[in-house]
């Protein structure tokens, strides 16, 4: 399985940003389409922005214009950048690969919005 390590979450006012960066530990990061995904308490995970090897993204209605995705294959590392975070964004804030076959879920990083 690939280890990653999501990192940057906090406790932010309503308004403000924080970056999440998620390192992972394979040789061919880049050739994974890659997502960061969130899960609220009680609520399923969803997947909140996605970036295509190929450098294409996408992202939920929720998130359109204030989240931008991005990725660096030589540091294999890909990248959340959060402005203006609401409460209901907070949720634990996780990195795997888009497709039919995730890795193991890691630990996340928790993100808390307050109002």
């Known amino acids: 399985q690939v280890q990653r390590v999501e990192s940057g979450g906090g406790l932010v006012q309503a308004g403000g940003s924080l970056r999440l960066s998620c390192a992972a530990s394979?040789?061919?990061?880049?050739?994974?389409?890659m997502g960061w995904y969130r899960q609220a308490p009680g609520k399923v995970r969803e997947l909140v922005a996605s970036i295509s090897r190929g450098g294409s993204t996408n992202y939920v209605d929720s998130v359109k214009g204030r989240f931008t995705i991005s990725r660096d294959n030589a540091k294999k590392t890909v990248y959340l950048q959060m402005n203006s975070l609401k409460p209901e964004d907070t949720a634990v804030y996780y990195c795997n690969r888009v497709g039919p076959l995730p890795w193991n879920w890691g630990q996340g990083t928790q993100v808390t919005v307050s109002s």
């Open positions: 394979i040789s061919i990061f880049s050739i994974y389409d």
